[in-house]
């Protein structure tokens, strides 16, 4: 949910550090200020006050639904060297707990992504906008 509020935080202005998700879909309110506060090295430091972004909802991959998102609930994503061992835009991921490193570099596992897993060909599906994030 934080990672979430920092990457949206600078909406509609700015995009900067936006997260490029799947899986997971959500609105922002961008009437509502942002109540992200960051640290003295311009890194996330925490969320204080009424949240942009709601009705977030994670995806069930083996029956294909989404279901509301558990905040206690610790869940497993991948994200790229960039976010997560430099920090990225805004440091939101330096706290995660790193499970494997050193996969290559993000070109690489998409290469490797579009020829192993989609045999060298992208299909019309990746082509169609879902509407997974919603701004306001």
């Known amino acids: 949910m934080d990672a979430l509020e920092v990457s949206t935080r600078l909406l509609p202005n700015e995009n900067s550090g936006f ?3 799947s899986g997971i879909r959500f609105k ?7 109540s992200v506060v960051m640290d003295e090295n311009e890194l996330f430091g925490h969320v204080e006050g ?7 909802e994670i995806l069930d991959k083996e029956n ?3 279901h509301a998102i ?3 609930r610790t869940y497993t994503i991948a994200s790229s060297t960039f976010l997560v061992e430099d920090y990225g835009d805004n440091g939101i991921l330096r706290y995660a707990r790193v499970k494997e490193s050193n996969l290559g570099q993000d070109v690489d596992m998409l ?3 579009l020829q192993q897993i989609l045999g060298g060909k992208i299909s019309a ?3 169609n906008i879902e509407g997974r994030i919603v701004i306001k």
């Open 19 to 21: 997260l490029q998700v």
């Open 28 to 34: 922002v309110d961008t009437s509502v200020t942002t």
């Open 50 to 56: 009424n949240r942009r972004v709601s009705d977030v």
């Open 64 to 66: 294909n639904e989404y």
């Open 70 to 72: 558990e905040p206690d």
């Open 111 to 113: 290469a490797i992504y």
């Open 125 to 127: 599906e990746y082509g």
